[in-house]
């Protein structure tokens, strides 16, 4: 299931960081930086990349509010950090998101 469908079309906007037109409206990504890890940027202008994202965009959840606490004590962080980069480097093509090689 992707993120638009969790987050319904009006909630979430994916902005592919291959399109340089498109990453004009967000000067506070670094494109290059967006095709190796996925950036939310929320309403109120506050930015997260990588595992940070994930627990902004499971804090969107009434249910993922429940985990949101646990997921950013620093054991759980650490470990959620090492298996974002992992998945992150062995990602393949989707979507228009493709690995970095």
């Given at each position: 299931m992707t993120v638009r469908r969790l987050l319904g079309a009006q909630r979430?906007?994916?902005?592919?960081?291959?399109r340089m037109d498109l990453m004009q409206e967000y000067p506070r990504v670094n494109p290059m930086a967006?095709?190796?890890?996925?950036?939310?940027?929320?309403?109120?202008?506050e930015l997260c990349g990588g595992y940070d994202g994930v627990?902004?965009?499971v804090g969107a959840f009434a249910v993922g509010?429940?985990?949101?606490?646990?997921?950013?004590r620093p054991?759980?962080?650490?470990?959620?950090?090492a298996?974002?980069?992992?998945?992150?480097?062995?990602?393949?093509?989707?979507?228009?998101?493709?690995?970095i090689r």
């Open positions: 979430a906007l994916l902005v592919d960081s291959t967006a095709r190796q890890r996925m950036y939310v940027l929320t309403p109120g202008e627990v902004l965009l509010r429940m985990v949101v606490g646990l997921m950013r054991g759980v962080s650490r470990v959620g950090h298996v974002y980069g992992w998945v992150a480097r062995h990602r393949g093509c989707a979507g228009g998101a493709c690995s």
